[in-house]
């Protein structure tokens, strides 16, 4: 087979990976992160766990199941997607492939292997080691990308914490972050004694990375590793710990997506800082797409890196939305090009500039705030639903992507849990995004999002389970990791 001639415009790349015939699957609970690249790329197809679209979208498949494996990972959902039988038929009776995941591991690497099916993303072990809070740390100064005023190193009582941050002068009221797992679960606000006992068991005999507390707004945004530089999405402000919609405190809800978010000037700091660390990531050897929270300190408008996602992540979905149906482009077609057999050079400002203006969007992630197990016997379906006139939400039509959206009073739901599986405390019931704010600038929940929230929640129904039940909880998964 001919060798494909550099691409070296935009029509080149979009003709290209239409046209591509190299099996691409797309392996995930549910594919929302990335929902509507099929329409931009041949040969792709979703590969779910969750059945969220009852079988309408002919470019997703949902290997039949008779009886619910326990997952405690989202790394154990793709072992079980990668080494089912209807889909290792699938790969066997098509031209060799590549696959996508949102989290995998060295399990995953080695079925993959024994199908002839390529991972395109960075290893496992690379992923893993840059996903530490202290390598992101090391690898932000090398790339002169701050962190917020900090210092590495253990402690094994209240006072050794007192005595490091001391050293870096860095004041009493402290962040203690551990260096694996999510900022929810792994961050803790230390200024006493009783809240180092209270956090004590999680944090000793940890390498730490201890902070100055700010006064803040936290952010996100992606961006691609590419050989042509750092190409970055939009600016993201997040939706965190309102208990409408999450039951974890600080726990995320979603993001914000406005051009006026943020005061003049901070989104091109931290569109610059990402590109920069996004470059050092390359020169690690890491490719592809990743996410970067950031931190805004509102006394002094400086922005701070806070914590690395090299992996899809939750910030994928709302950065496809705005790079494609604004930009023209969506930014993942360049994680793609870097792991197909293509060579291309492009002026990566000209890609960028058509992604720096946008409208307002909000995408929350709607969890089960009630601490109680139940089978569900009534769920919302996947697709477009409204605000009428009393602020009730009512299915308006089936949809199978969020651009079908027309107005600001309609929404785009896209489910997680169906009938005949069972709702947990921190479950994942499904996700809305929608046109306009969700929050106000004062980080506060508007009304249009508590009503929705509400309103989709109430289209759930639920038993009880009976006393001869039982159903085990996903312990890591129970925090919103479908997304």
Not at 425 to 439: E, F, K, T
Request: glycine residues 8%.
């Amino acid at each position: 087979m001919p060798k494909t001639p550099k691409l070296t415009s935009l029509t080149d790349i979009f003709l290209f990976l239409r046209r591509n015939k190299t099996p691409i699957y797309v392996i995930t609970p549910t594919p929302f992160s990335l929902l509507g690249l099929d329409q931009w790329v041949g040969g792709l197809e979703f590969i779910s766990y969750f059945d969220i679209f009852d079988g309408a979208h002919r470019r997703v498949m949902t290997p039949y199941t008779a009886e619910a494996p326990s997952f405690q990972t989202m790394e154990d959902v793709a072992n079980y997607l990668v080494s089912h039988k209807e889909f290792r038929a699938k790969v066997k009776s098509q031209r060799p492939g590549k696959a996508i995941f949102v989290m995998f591991d060295e399990e995953t690497e080695r079925l993959c292997d024994k199908i002839d099916l390529e991972i395109a993303l960075p290893s496992a072990a690379l992923r893993t080691r840059l996903d530490s809070k202290i390598e992101t740390t090391r690898l932000g100064n090398e790339a002169d990308v701050e962190s917020a005023p900090n210092i590495m190193g253990e402690a094994d009582s209240y006072a050794d914490l007192c005595r490091l941050a001391e050293s870096a002068k860095l004041g009493s009221d402290l962040v203690v972050q551990t260096p694996y797992g999510d900022s929810g679960r792994t961050t803790f606000f230390i200024k006493s004694e009783d809240d180092w006992n209270r956090h004590e068991a999680k944090v000793v005999d940890q390498q730490l990375k201890v902070m100055k507390r700010l006064n803040h707004i936290p952010g996100t945004i992606e961006g691609c590793a590419t050989r042509i530089g750092t190409l970055v999405g939009p600016v993201m402000t997040d939706i965190t710990g309102f208990e409408e919609i999450t039951p974890y405190k600080g726990g995320w809800c979603g993001n914000d997506m406005s051009p006026s978010i943020l005061p003049k000037g901070v989104p091109e700091k931290v569109r610059e800082m990402t590109r920069k660390f996004g470059d050092r990531l390359y020169a690690e050897g890491y490719k592809g797409v990743f996410c970067v929270d950031f931190l805004l300190d509102t006394d002094t408008n400086e922005v701070y890196l806070g914590e690395l996602n090299p992996r899809v992540s939750g910030a994928t979905p709302p950065t496809f939305l705005i790079t494609s149906t604004y930009g023209g482009c969506p930014l993942f077609l360049f994680h793609l090009l870097e792991y197909l057999d293509v060579d291309y050079d492009i002026d990566p400002a000209e890609v960028q500039a058509r992604w720096n203006h946008y409208d307002n969007w909000t995408q929350l992630i709607l969890k089960q705030t009630e601490d109680e197990v139940g089978l569900i016997t009534k769920a919302p379906q996947s697709g477009i639903w409204r605000l009428n006139e009393d602020d009730e939400v009512e299915f308006v039509r089936p949809a199978l992507n969020v651009t079908s959206i027309g107005d600001e009073d309609e929404a785009f739901y896209l489910r997680v849990y169906g009938v005949g599986e069972y709702s947990y405390h921190g479950a994942d019931l499904g996700c809305l995004l929608a046109r306009g704010r969700m929050q106000s600038e004062n980080r506060e929940l508007l009304d249009r999002a508590k009503v929705w929230n509400a309103g989709i929640k109430a289209q759930f129904s639920t038993v009880p389970l009976q006393p001869d039940n039982h159903v085990e909880v996903p312990a890591d998964l129970s925090e919103g990791k479908w997304f």
